[in-house]
């Protein structure tokens, strides 16, 4: 008595075969779709941090830059040395560096550069501006 060689109902095929012996070339398909996808979370993960990072630094030196004014308007009277230097030095504690600053009368005009990292190996700069004086009026 010969065995039949067709498929009986509750026959699994072997691993990777469909049931007439071929072997499957879905397999495998869903591990492959999985990885890009995830592959495209990380991309988009690393350039959304880089935006942020962007962000933040705009940030920083905005405040850098306002209270680097403030504080060289405090020393307008002394004269723009004395003035610029005391901007500088707040600017540096906030992690900016004093790229401009003068004197316009009594208001101190001051721009300020915040170095930063958005990706591994990509240095920016974020600069800001600000102006600050006796109050008029």
């Given amino acids: 008595m010969r065995r039949d060689q067709s498929p009986r109902a509750g026959h699994r095929p072997a691993s990777g075969e469909h049931v007439d012996g071929r072997p499957d070339r879905q397999r495998g398909g869903a591990?492959?779709?999985l990885l890009a996808m995830g592959l495209v979370f990380v991309v988009f993960g690393t350039f959304?941090?880089?935006?942020?990072?962007?962000?933040?630094?705009?940030?920083?030196?905005?405040?850098a830059a306002d209270l680097g004014a403030l504080a060289g308007a405090a020393r307008a009277l002394d004269g723009d040395a004395a003035?610029?230097?005391?901007?500088?030095?707040?600017?540096g504690r906030n992690d900016g560096r004093l790229v401009g600053?003068?004197?316009?009368?009594?208001?101190?005009?001051?721009?300020?550069?915040?170095?930063?990292?958005?990706?591994?190996g990509l240095t920016r700069v974020a600069?800001?501006?600000?102006?600050?004086g006796p109050v008029r009026g």
């Avoid at 600053?101 to 591994?120: K, Q």
């Avoid at 600069?127 to 600050?132: L, V």
């Fill in 83 to 91: 003035a610029c230097a005391s901007a500088s030095d707040l600017a």
């Fill in 31 to 33: 591990t492959v779709l």
């Fill in 101 to 120: 600053c003068r004197l316009d009368g009594m208001d101190v005009l001051v721009t300020v550069e915040v170095a930063f990292t958005p990706l591994p």
């Fill in 48 to 63: 959304g941090a880089a935006i942020v990072a962007a962000g933040m630094a705009s940030q920083r030196a905005a405040v």
């Fill in 127 to 132: 600069t800001a501006s600000a102006r600050a």
